[in-house]
Structures are given as C-alpha cells and as structure tokens.
C-alpha cells in the first residue's frame, strides 16, 4: 500500500534552474513531512520539513509546498547546483512515517 | 559525533545462511530504526526503539528476522535463514525526538543473497 508517491522517478534539469520534485499521499492523517536526499553509497540526510499547519516553509535555496487538499507536496530548488544531483525522498508522518520510492535529480552544468 | 555506524558495509552470502547487521546510534539518541531499501518499495520501515524496546516492528517478518538492542549503543538486526529476496540496503537510523521526526541515518549495509 502507496501511501506515499513520488511519481517521477528521474529529472533533469539545467544549472540554475529551478528544481521541482513532487509527492503525492493519501492518508489525511499525515501532518508532518519530510525530504531526504541521498548519494550514492551514502544514507539519507534530511533536508526540510513542514508541519500541516503550514503550506510552506523556506531553507535557503529550498522551499517545501503543501496543499492539503490536495494531498500534494512540492520541493523547489533555486537556483539548482550540480551538487544537488542526488535521490530525493519525501516522508509523511502521523501515526508511522511513510516513504516514497524517490526521484532521481540531475543537475548538468 | 561519527554519526550513526553501520557493519558490514556489504554482504554476500548464500541463501539459507544466517546474517547479522550492526548499527551503533548517535549517542544520546534515544530512538532507533531499522529501514530497508528496495527498487519496488522504496524505503520502508522493518522496526524501531525506543529507548531500547521495541515500539514496533510490524513491517519485519518475523518467522525469519529478529531485532535486538541490547544496549543504548548497539542494536542488531538477524535473518536466520536469509532468502534471496532479503537483498537489499538495510539503513539504521537514530534520533532524540520519534518517528516523526528527522532522522540521522547510517550508510548502509548492502546485503546480496545468492
């Protein structure tokens, strides 16, 4: 059971461009979400989370969209950096914490 | 702080044989979570702590995996007899706050049953 997806598993984008990855879910009971990047060979690091009571929240170039009603999460990354290229997993929690699959970012120079 | 350590790095062993992966936690965190990552399903959660028991662990499957913690610095997670569909990374992750909230996870053990 998906409660958690992300539904691009891949994506490209040019240096300085705007990044944006999605994530959809589908318990309402989720109020609390969370992106993870990850390297190669390395484990997850978090990245950002906002609460439900919140439709956005900002850390420097990254910025995390909810809407609730939707169901629908977005993380923006601006202007996007090479060093970004990584696997990005969005979470959801409430009574567990839930993953997506991830979605693999490329930022070409 | 050397983060959260994982042993073996890697793994390769032959179906039916018994493997044991180790995590040590972040000192003074009190929670731990055992995760494994597959292609199909992505990160999912097969158990975790809480100040050493066990809070949950129904997304393990028990008739062949075991978690202990038997102290605050040391936890592991057994599969006796371990299948090829176990292969996997396996992460260990630790925080001070819940499941709800942030992790710091450890590298990985990448474990292959042949």
């Known amino acids: 059971d998906q409660q958690v997806k992300q539904n691009s598993p891949s994506l490209s984008v040019q240096e300085g461009r705007i990044s944006i990855l999605n994530c959809d879910y589908t318990n309402s009971m989720f109020d609390y979400f969370l992106w993870y990047k990850k390297y190669p060979a390395e484990g997850p690091t978090f990245l950002i989370s906002?609460?439900?009571?919140?439709d956005k929240n900002e850390d420097g170039r990254f910025t995390v969209f909810l809407n609730k009603s939707a169901k629908h999460l977005s993380l923006h990354i601006v202007p996007s950096q090479p060093g970004d290229s990584a696997v990005y997993f969005c979470a959801a929690s409430g009574n567990d914490m839930r993953f997506g699959a991830g979605t693999r970012l490329t930022v070409k120079p | 702080d050397a983060g959260v350590i994982q042993s073996p790095r890697h793994e390769v062993t032959e179906m039916g044989q018994e493997v044991t992966l180790r995590c040590k936690p972040i000192s003074g965190h009190d929670y731990l979570f055992w995760y494994r990552q597959t292609m199909m399903q992505g990160l999912e959660l097969l158990v975790y702590f809480n100040n050493k028991a066990v809070m949950d662990d129904s997304g393990m499957p028990k008739d062949r995996f075991s978690a202990k913690m038997p102290n605050a610095s040391f936890s592991t997670l057994k599969i006796q007899p371990s299948e090829p569909r176990d292969s996997a990374v396996y992460f260990c992750a630790s925080n001070q706050k819940g499941r709800n909230y942030g992790y710091t996870f450890g590298s990985g053990t990448r474990l292959t049953v042949v």
């Open positions: 906002i609460s439900s009571i919140k």
